[in-house]
């Protein structure tokens, strides 16, 4: 039986993503962001300038394309976990399995490559902004699946949708900066075998907060 037809131009289409995406990043750490004209993307990655552009209206989105996979981790995390388990819970898990794996994600990773585009991204002004874009997105496909599985609590109605949307900012921002907190120790020179434990500790103790409310500053 012949593959679907849909299925075989989706994969082409995210490889042609992936392609462009590579080539730009590869650029960029050869001769900085700035440096790297759209021309030089497109001739490296061997697609037109009309092509590269359907693709990405911008050379940040091409630096930043390998986060669109995880704009939405965190709502499929929460979506996807077993029934009688908290968002929060099911949340923490998952960064203790990323932090394991070493994912990038979680900071924790001292692989050169990712070490040289994590240099890239926060070197590059115009980059932080643009992230700032995908963080946005990520609490709104968070606070969706918090606002479904609904408070822990009681709680008014009306202010269920206000909630989840006070978790989710509160909850990509606590992942954010644990992942910037272990990117910085391995950028001092530490490596993350040696800083797994108080990664792991770090986590605990955020998640501890997340779930007390912030009751220490109350």
């Known amino acids: 039986m012949s593959e679907n037809p849909t299925g075989l131009r989706e994969r082409k289409r995210q490889r042609t993503y992936r392609t462009i995406s590579e080539a730009a990043i590869a650029l960029f750490l050869e001769k900085g962001f700035a440096a790297v004209s759209v021309t030089e993307i497109a001739e490296a990655a ?12 911008s050379k940040e989105d091409m630096a930043l394309y390998r986060f669109a996979d995880h704009e939405d981790e965190a709502a499929r995390v929460v979506a ?61 496909a968070l606070a969706g699946e918090l606002a479904k599985a609904g408070p822990g609590h009681a709680a008014p109605r009306a202010d269920l949708r206000l909630t989840a949307r006070l978790a989710a900012s509160q909850i990509v921002a606590v992942q954010r900066v644990l992942a910037t907190e272990n990117w910085r120790r391995i950028s001092e020179g530490a490596n993350a ?5 108080q990664a792991r500790a770090d ?10 409310g912030l009751a220490p500053y109350a």
């Open 193 to 197: 075998e040696s800083l797994y434990a």
């Open 46 to 57: 061997q697609v037109s300038k009309p092509t590269l552009f359907r693709y990405f209206p």
């Open 80 to 140: 996807a976990r077993a029934g009688g388990t908290a968002p929060l819970d099911a949340l923490e898990t998952h960064f203790l399995t990323g932090l394991a794996a070493r994912d990038p994600v979680t900071g924790l990773c001292d692989a050169p490559e990712v070490l040289a585009f994590h240099r890239l991204l926060y070197g590059t002004p115009s980059l932080v902004a643009r992230l700032h874009s995908y963080t946005a997105r990520s609490e709104e």
């Open 203 to 212: 986590a605990h103790h955020a998640f501890a907060l997340l779930r007390s």
